[in-house]
């Protein structure tokens, strides 16, 4: 039973890195399909802090992207590092 326990720790970083990576790549597309729709009307600007709603989209879509890459990358990195070092520890 406390096996079980165990296998879910590993299982949880590592699935939440993907879903943080599914979110990145969600970010990605809703940035690149704001940027087109918004380019007439923000002149190829967009902005956090623009006057107009439809021209802050892709910039906060592009934090997203970056935010959610970035916690995608950290809990991978966690996942490999505990199995290296129980892999070390085992030999």
Sequence with gaps: MEGMDIKKKK???LISAFLFY???IYCFMWAASSF???FTVCNGESSIFHEIPRCRWPSIAGIGFWGFGILGFALLSVCIYRMVKKNGENT
């Design 22 to 24: 599914a979110a990145s």
């Design 36 to 38: 087109s729709l918004s």
């Design 11 to 13: 299982l949880v970083p």
